[in-house]
Nanobody, 126 residues
Framework: QLQLVESGGGLVQPGGSLRLSCAAS????????ISWFRQAPGKEREGVSC????????NYADSVKGRFTISRDNTKNTVYLQMNSLKPEDTAVYYC???????????????????WGQGTQVTVSS
């Protein structure tokens, strides 16, 4: 079965850090661009960050630039989202998604995806 599984969410105080993981099973992520999205209650889904299939380019939403870092480890078939200086407004369910191709995402992240994960909850609160 081809699927993406997110992990690493939880409850953290403002200013804290979390690292989310997106692991693939049933297929290799080597040739896939990966994006992270989030959706807060009552709000539309928002693109957070993406990384190219080559890993050579990344892209970030303005709201997380300078605080979040996306990376990939193809030997572990996993993509990560390191989230630092977390704010209450970062509270949301975070999802990863994969699309074949996209050797660069310098100009924009992909708009369509073949696979989605089930999401992991991130809550930033004191």
């Amino acid at each position: 079965q081809l699927q993406l599984v997110e992990s690493g969410g939880g409850l953290v105080q403002p200013g804290g850090s979390l690292r989310l993981s997106c692991a693939a099973s049933g297929f290799t992520l080597d040739y896939y661009a990966i994006s992270w999205f989030r959706q807060a209650p009552g709000k539309e889904r928002e693109g957070v960050s993406c990384i190219s299939s080559s890993g050579g380019s990344t892209n970030y939403a303005d709201s997380v630039k300078g605080r979040f870092t996306i990376s990939r480890d193809n030997t572990k078939n996993t993509v990560y989202l390191q989230m630092n200086s977390l704010k209450p407004e970062d509270t949301a369910v975070y999802y990863c998604a994969a699309i074949l191709g996209w050797p660069t995402v310098q100009r924009m992240c992909p708009v369509e995806y073949a696979y989605w994960g089930q999401g992991t909850q991130v809550t930033v609160s004191s």
